[in-house]
């Protein structure tokens, strides 16, 4: 398996890890079981980081995905940072089409930048009067 699905309590952030060989079936995988597990979170903050992650999905893959996480129930709310290595994105064309179909996703290269994003769209919840969970 070449990811990890975690959540940091203090944080409120739910982190997706990708390392080593990473294809279409483990991709969809960690979607889901983010689905299952935090899909109930109200915000949902996600951090995708894909830097030690070698993506063999064939662009109609990446497509597609990218497709099936906007419409996917329990993360389709979410808002997603996307952490990846300076010279090379290997989420481009996923976080591309999540986008046009309608999901918050933002690419980021340091974590910090990418924390950050993610607690600003919650304090911003807080002050509009979302109820937070």
Do not use: C
């Amino acid at each position: 398996m070449g990811f990890q699905v975690r959540f940091n309590a203090t944080t409120r952030v739910v982190s997706a890890i990708f390392f080593d060989r990473v294809d279409a079936a483990e991709k969809r995988a960690a979607a889901r079981q983010m689905a299952e597990k935090y899909g109930h979170l109200h915000p949902l903050n996600v951090l995708v980081d894909v830097r030690q992650a070698d993506i063999e999905m064939s662009v109609a893959e990446r497509e597609a995905f990218g497709t099936y996480v906007a419409h996917l129930q329990g993360v389709k709310h979410g808002r997603i940072a996307v952490l990846h290595a300076p010279e090379y994105n290997a989420n481009v064309v996923i976080d591309g089409v999540a986008r046009a179909e309608g999901l918050n996703v933002l690419e980021f290269v340091t974590e910090q930048a990418a924390l950050q994003w993610l607690a600003e769209g919650e304090k911003s919840r807080s002050i509009t009067g979302e109820v937070l969970r």
